[in-house]
């Protein structure tokens, strides 16, 4: 149990398109999701925490505006990196928790490039 | 502010000998603490966590931790390494369990034959 899923796992698009990404949770059912960037041999950067129904809350220097971020359902988030530009280009992985559960499980992450 | 440090960036052993990863964290009370593993260009996997109770706690792979409060700290051991541990390695704290994780940088551990 606790899978998560991300799709698409890697995308290439071109400057000043947009480009979204779904989380999944696939056997249970996530009251949070949150978002994280990652760069080559980097830590998780978290970018922004959603609560199914209600506006993401986003960490300091995240542009909320750029990475639009939608929980409508209790089994589904998706981010949406809108005018990406080359400088986006990096590694997506959310992450989902049930109500009452304190573990995180991890999606397998998306790859984003931006030409 | 919590903070985790992972004082290793790499480490290097040789398959079949032990392994600890070091792990020590910044914060006032007990926080949960976690271990995550990240193959190459994959999500995380949760090995084991800490809340509350016994302070060694088993894992998935074999792994194992042990939580000191006296050093703040959340070490991780295997007492066997296998090729297949090779991997990155994150510690994560949250300190009220419906928080955001904060992680260490990350080990990364490296198996030789």
Redo the contacts between chains.
């Keep these: 149990g606790a899978v998560?899923s991300?799709h698409p796992s890697r995308v290439i698009c071109k400057s000043g398109t947009s480009v979204k990404i779904e989380c999944r949770s696939l056997d249970f059912q996530a009251t949070?999701m949150?978002w994280y960037r990652q760069f080559p041999?980097?830590?998780?950067m978290?970018m922004a925490?959603s609560n199914e129904g209600s506006k993401a809350t986003y960490e300091q220097g995240v542009e909320k505006d750029k990475f639009l971020i939608n929980h409508a359902s209790l089994t589904l988030s998706t981010l949406t990196v809108t005018s990406a530009h080359p400088e986006d280009s990096s590694?997506y992985?959310c992450?989902a928790?049930r109500q009452g559960a304190?573990?995180?499980?991890?999606?397998?992450?998306t790859?984003l490039t931006v030409t | 502010a919590q903070s985790v440090t992972q004082p290793d960036i790499h480490i290097t052993v040789s398959e079949g000998a032990s392994l600890e990863l070091r792990c020590n964290y910044s914060y006032g009370a007990t926080p949960?603490l976690?271990w995550?593993v990240q193959s190459p260009?994959?999500?995380?996997?949760?090995l084991l966590?800490y809340?509350s109770g016994d302070t060694l706690v088993q894992g998935i792979k074999g792994f194992e931790a042990e939580f000191k409060r006296s050093q703040s700290s959340f070490n991780l051991r295997k007492p066997s390494v296998h090729w297949s541990d090779a991997a990155e390695y994150?510690c994560a704290i949250?300190y009220s369990?419906?928080t955001?994780?904060v992680?260490?940088?990350?080990t990364?551990l490296s198996v030789i034959a």
Excluded: A, D, M
């Design positions: 998560v991300q949070t949150f041999k980097q830590s998780l978290l925490t590694f992985i992450s928790k304190y573990e995180q499980y991890f999606g397998p992450g790859r | 949960y976690f995550y260009g994959q999500g995380l996997q949760l966590k809340f994150f949250s369990g419906n955001p994780l992680f260490g940088k990350g990364r």
